[in-house]
């Protein structure tokens, strides 16, 4: 998964089986740490590594599947196909302080409010817990869905979990006691794969799904307050969205302010923006297009948009607000300083893993059973008329009697 994120002064970027920290306001040497050159699987796990059915531990890939950073920005943590969990310390200076195991593949993690807990969620919908202020210790089972999860967040009061799974559901539980359901937020018609707690609306969440819409909710209460779908952005106006078009939602993020929230599709090179107010309504801002397909996307400390492209000449842009219109900084300072730092590691990385799909896989694909059948009954039906009409004699045959005309002449 490539993923951008932001610890205090430093670019964080999770590509392929690599993460890469470079330094933004400062001539600093980059932190690499490379997953396949990392600490192997303990030999007391292995028989645990492939109880997913997955490949084990010996054949896993190395890639980077999760990465997520704490709201202080001093601690990172990724999980790759290896199953490692690696947690790092980024201030005063970058370092691993950790590398456990989980037991199956992850797909998100998140750190909660207080930094003291990381939680991972894994492709059979399980919830589990590591311990941050004792980074050697296991993590435990918090809760579990009965599909994929997706994404997961903590309420900023530290009172709810949010998961997400591939069933269109998003389930609030208490975090203290994940068994207590608070409420589901039902709405979305395909997987939900991205979600985000407006910093300056803690009451709030946004939700982004495969079925091309996000949802504004009051998720302690379960109500959505507001859809809003992307595919009729994206039509010329006055035409009708098309509702067979896949548009899922790979990327949700909001500026420090909250005011501002910035919408990425998969395979789509285009960023919309909306403006989030007290009136409980997202309004569209407007959309930026790109000259070549983004990878990720992420505000910084002072609100300006990064935009990761797959593109080896200029892998990196930044947009700021100027009179209420985003524009781009070409020339700014700290983007200059990361490109160059970045270019080295970027042109090792492969395009193609760069850029793959990560949801077109998780689509749900509907059969018609009634509409078959009533093909293949009037099929049936037209057969039998046509064999009745042949079986029918011509209209200017005259009907066989029971005494031929050769018969008639010889009796007489």
């Given at each position: 998964?490539t993923?951008?994120?932001f610890?205090?002064d430093w670019?964080v970027?999770?590509c392929?089986?690599?993460?890469?920290?470079?330094?933004?306001?400062?001539?600093r040497?980059?932190f690499v740490f490379?997953c396949?050159?990392?600490?192997?699987t303990?030999?007391?796990?292995?028989?645990?590594?492939g109880s997913?059915g997955?490949p084990?531990?010996?054949?896993?890939?190395?890639?980077?599947?999760?990465?997520?950073?704490s709201?202080?920005?001093k601690?990172a943590?990724?999980?790759?196909?290896?199953?490692?969990?690696?947690l790092?310390e980024?201030e005063?200076?970058?370092?691993c302080?950790?590398?456990?195991w989980?037991v199956?593949?992850?797909?998100?993690?998140?750190f909660?409010p207080?930094?003291?807990e990381?939680?991972?969620?894994?492709k059979?919908?399980?919830?589990?817990?590591?311990?941050?202020?004792?980074?050697q210790r296991?993590?435990g089972?918090q809760?579990?869905?009965?599909?994929?999860?997706?994404?997961?967040?903590?309420?900023?009061?530290d009172r709810?979990?949010?998961?997400?799974?591939v069933?269109e559901?998003?389930r609030v539980?208490?975090?203290?006691?994940?068994y207590?359901i608070?409420s589901?937020?039902?709405?979305?018609?395909q997987?939900?794969?991205?979600?985000q707690?407006?910093?300056?609306?803690p009451?709030w969440l946004?939700?982004?799904?495969?079925?091309g819409t996000?949802k504004?909710?009051?998720?302690?209460s379960?109500?959505c307050?507001q859809?809003?779908?992307l595919?009729?952005l994206e039509e010329?106006?006055?035409s009708?969205?098309?509702?067979d078009k896949?548009l899922?939602?790979?990327?949700?993020t909001?500026?420090p302010?909250?005011?501002?929230?910035?919408?990425?599709?998969?395979?789509?090179?285009t960023?919309?923006?909306?403006?989030?107010?007290?009136?409980k309504?997202?309004?569209?801002h407007?959309?930026?297009h790109?000259?070549?397909r983004p990878?990720?996307i992420n505000?910084?400390?002072?609100?300006?948009?990064?935009?990761?492209?797959d593109s080896?000449?200029?892998?990196?842009?930044?947009?700021a607000?100027?009179q209420?219109?985003w524009?781009h900084?070409?020339?700014?300072?700290?983007?200059?300083?990361?490109?160059e730092?970045l270019r080295?590691h970027?042109?090792?990385?492969?395009?193609?893993?760069?850029a793959?799909d990560?949801?077109e896989?998780l689509?749900?694909?509907?059969?018609d059973?009634?509409?078959?059948?009533?093909?293949?009954k009037?099929q049936r039906?037209?057969?039998q008329q046509?064999?009745?009409?042949a079986q029918?004699?011509?209209g200017?045959?005259?009907p066989k009697?029971?005494?031929s005309?050769?018969?008639?002449?010889t009796?007489s």
């Amino acid at each position: 998964m490539t993923a951008v994120g932001f610890c205090g002064d430093w670019f964080v970027l999770s590509c392929e089986k690599k993460l890469v920290a470079l330094h933004r306001k400062k001539s600093r040497e980059p932190f690499v740490f490379d997953c396949s050159c990392a600490e192997k699987t303990p030999k007391g796990l292995k028989k645990d590594a492939g109880s997913d059915g997955g490949p084990s531990e010996e054949t896993g890939s190395d890639t980077v599947l999760a990465f997520a950073v704490s709201p202080s920005g001093k601690l990172a943590a990724l999980t790759d196909d290896s199953k490692r969990l690696v947690l790092f310390e980024c201030e005063p200076s970058w370092r691993c302080i950790s590398i456990r195991w989980v037991v199956r593949r992850c797909t998100s993690l998140t750190f909660s409010p207080a930094e003291d807990e990381l939680l991972a969620a894994d492709k059979s919908g399980d919830l589990y817990s590591f311990s941050v202020v004792d980074p050697q210790r296991e993590g435990g089972l918090q809760m579990g869905h009965l599909s994929m999860l997706l994404a997961a967040a903590v309420s900023p009061d530290d009172r709810f979990i949010l998961t997400a799974d591939v069933d269109e559901k998003i389930r609030v539980s208490h975090h203290r006691s994940p068994y207590n359901i608070q409420s589901f937020c039902l709405g979305h018609q395909q997987f939900v794969s991205a979600l985000q707690i407006p910093p300056t609306h803690p009451h709030w969440l946004l939700s982004g799904s495969g079925d091309g819409t996000v949802k504004l909710w009051d998720y302690e209460s379960g109500q959505c307050l507001q859809s809003c779908d992307l595919r009729a952005l994206e039509e010329v106006p006055g035409s009708d969205p098309d509702k067979d078009k896949n548009l899922a939602v790979c990327r949700l993020t909001s500026s420090p302010d909250g005011c501002h929230v910035a919408v990425l599709c998969e395979s789509v090179s285009t960023v919309h923006f909306f403006t989030l107010g007290r009136e409980k309504r997202l309004v569209p801002h407007s959309r930026l297009h790109l000259p070549t397909r983004p990878l990720d996307i992420n505000f910084d400390d002072d609100g300006r948009l990064w935009v990761l492209l797959d593109s080896g000449d200029i892998p990196l842009k930044m947009y700021a607000l100027r009179q209420n219109s985003w524009e781009h900084e070409a020339d700014h300072l700290e983007v200059t300083r990361v490109t160059e730092a970045l270019r080295p590691h970027w042109s090792t990385m492969n395009a193609s893993t760069r850029a793959t799909d990560r949801f077109e896989h998780l689509y749900k694909v509907s059969f018609d059973n009634v509409s078959l059948y009533l093909q293949k009954k009037q099929q049936r039906l037209d057969e039998q008329q046509k064999r009745t009409k042949a079986q029918k004699p011509s209209g200017n045959k005259r009907p066989k009697t029971g005494t031929s005309r050769a018969e008639v002449q010889t009796s007489s």
